[in-house]
């Protein structure tokens, strides 16, 4: 990749790069694009396209309905509670 490129493309995204960075970043970007340029040369004739490589799944259980906690029960140890709430320190302020 040229530096000019780059230059432009950093100037899109309004990143302020050095020129020691754009040097090598160039010379980095350069290496990928010879890398995807190697790999677009494979023979892939005859392999199917693999749309997910990895055939696991997620194991999911059944929903189980039950019966929670009565509110008096979970609030019983509560530090500070408000009515049917737990109440917390204000950790974000306006």
Known sequence: MDKDTLERIADIAHVHLETQEINQISKELGFLLEQFDKLS?????GVSPTVHPI??????????VWESLPIDDVLRNAPDKDDRFFRVPRIIEE
């Open 55 to 64: 055939t696991d799944k997620n194991v999911l259980r059944e929903d189980v």
């Open 41 to 45: 040369q494979v023979d892939t004739e």
